[in-house]
């Protein structure tokens, strides 16, 4: 079976290339892990005690960052290959960029949570520690997940999952020291 940039056998005529339907498991354990610790350090980033709370603005600035920092990637991987080889097309180099959504779809959960807040159901900072919870919860699964994927036992999985758990926590402890 031909691999994904391999030519694909077809009739008489140009050659055609296998179109890449499925992201590499190593995007997209990045994206996810990336995708989440970014939208907790937003989040802690953006909710400041001492002002107006403003939930729309931080789930604008949430939105437009993860897109910001997902596009920015996928272009550095273009221009990464340009500088390796010649012949990238822009097509080609937009599937690299849009190749990224895992990062920005591990930002949803904070902006659904940020969205609860923007409709007057919660207050900016409970949604604020409720994204940072979920956030921290979801690096130990993404981090077991992932060392599952890689073939590692349970006890290895787990240990993965924590050193996860640990950046959430991380990100959880220097929120709640800034507001004290």
């Given at each position: 079976?031909?691999?994904?940039?391999?030519?694909?056998?077809?009739?008489?005529?140009?050659?055609?290339?296998?179109?890449?339907?499925?992201?590499?498991?190593?995007?997209?354990?990045?994206?996810?892990?990336?995708?989440?610790?970014?939208?907790?350090?937003?989040?802690?980033?953006?909710?400041?005690?001492?002002?107006?709370?403003?939930?729309?603005?931080?789930?604008?600035?949430?939105?437009?960052?993860?897109?910001?920092?997902?596009?920015?990637?996928?272009?550095a991987h273009v221009i990464a290959r340009r500088a390796a080889a010649r012949g990238e097309t822009t097509v080609r180099a937009?599937?690299?960029?849009?190749?990224?959504?895992?990062?920005?779809?591990?930002?949803?959960?904070?902006?659904?949570?940020?969205?609860?807040?923007?409709?007057?159901?919660?207050?900016?900072s409970d949604a604020v520690a409720a994204a940072l919870w979920f956030n921290t919860v979801a690096l130990f699964a993404w981090g077991a997940w992932a060392a599952r994927v890689a073939g590692r036992g349970w006890p290895g999985s787990f240990l993965s999952g924590g050193v996860d758990l640990v950046i959430g926590l991380v990100i959880v402890v220097a929120n709640a020291m800034s507001h004290a």
């Open positions: 079976m031909p691999g994904r940039d391999e030519p694909v056998p077809s009739s008489p005529g140009p050659v055609r290339t296998r179109a890449v339907r499925h992201l590499p498991r190593e995007q997209l354990l990045f994206g996810g892990t990336y995708g989440l610790v970014l939208s907790s350090a937003l989040i802690a980033a953006l909710e400041n005690p001492g002002e107006e709370p403003d939930p729309a603005s931080d789930l604008l600035w949430v939105l437009l960052t993860t897109a910001a920092t997902a596009a920015a990637h996928g272009y937009l599937r690299t960029m849009l190749a990224e959504w895992p990062l920005v779809a591990a930002a949803l959960p904070t902006a659904v949570l940020l969205s609860v807040a923007v409709a007057g159901w919660w207050e900016e």
